[in-house]
Structure formats: structure tokens, C-alpha cells
Nanobody, 119 residues
Framework: QVQLVESGGGVVQAGASLRLSCAVS????????VGWFRQAPGKEREFVTC???????QYANSVKGRFTISRDNAKNTVYLQMNSLKPEDTAVYYC?????????????WGQGTQVTVSS
């Protein structure tokens, strides 16, 4: 059974940093790409960043230069380092994992972790 568990969310002031973690179980993790998405109240879910199974990365323009995604295959975990947080980063953040050797088509999702940035 595939499980994704996000952690690390919280309430911070603008300009602060947070690091989110996504622990994945039930997969051969090194074969899977992992993405982070977020959904703010009243808005549609949006792509934030992803790290492919081969280590490549992509970022939304809104977070480029502030957020960094990384993975530790030995720990089956992906990290999202978020710096210079802005109030508009406030959202529930979800991680998702693809099938083997895919770079999109996310198959499994976590429950999400809340990030709130106050001005």
C-alpha cells in the first residue's frame, strides 16, 4: 500500500523559512518522481515544484529562486525548502508520486500540510 505523509507545515511570518518533508512508503522510491502542489482557500490546486526520478527539477515561476526541492532516496523522502515566504504562499501543500520512471501523471497523493504566512 502506497502512503505519502507530509510534515513540516506551520505558521510563520513573512520572510521566514520552512522545510516540508514528504515520506513515501510502498514504492521503489528511486524510480518515482515526486511533486509538490498547493491549494489556497477558494483557489484551484496549483503546481509548485517536482523532482524527477532522475534528479531533474521544475519550479513554478512564483517560487523560483525561493523554494528548493531535494530528495533522499535512502530515506524515501522528498524535501521542500521554502525561503523568503510570502503571505501568498499560504496554502495546504500536498506531495504526490508518479508511477515508475514517469515525470508526470501523479498516482498517489498525501493528505497535505498547512502552511500559513502572516504579513
Amino acid at each position: 500500500q502506497v502512503q505519502l505523509v507530509e510534515s513540516g507545515g506551520g505558521v510563520v511570518q513573512a520572510g521566514a523559512s520552512l522545510r516540508l518533508s514528504c515520506a513515501v512508503s510502498g514504492r521503489t522510491f528511486s524510480r518515482n518522481s515526486v511533486g509538490w502542489f498547493r491549494q489556497a482557500p477558494g483557489k484551484e490546486r496549483e503546481f509548485v515544484t517536482c523532482i524527477w526520478w532522475n534528479g531533474g527539477t521544475q519550479y513554478a515561476n512564483s517560487v523560483k529562486g525561493r523554494f528548493t526541492i531535494s530528495r533522499d532516496n535512502a530515506k524515501n523522502t522528498v524535501y521542500l525548502q521554502m525561503n523568503s515566504l510570502k503571505p501568498e504562499d499560504t496554502a495546504v501543500y500536498y506531495c504526490a508520486v508518479t508511477g515508475d520512471y514517469k515525470i508526470s501523471q501523479y498516482e498517489y497523493w498525501g493528505q497535505g500540510t498547512q502552511v500559513t504566512v502572516s504579513s
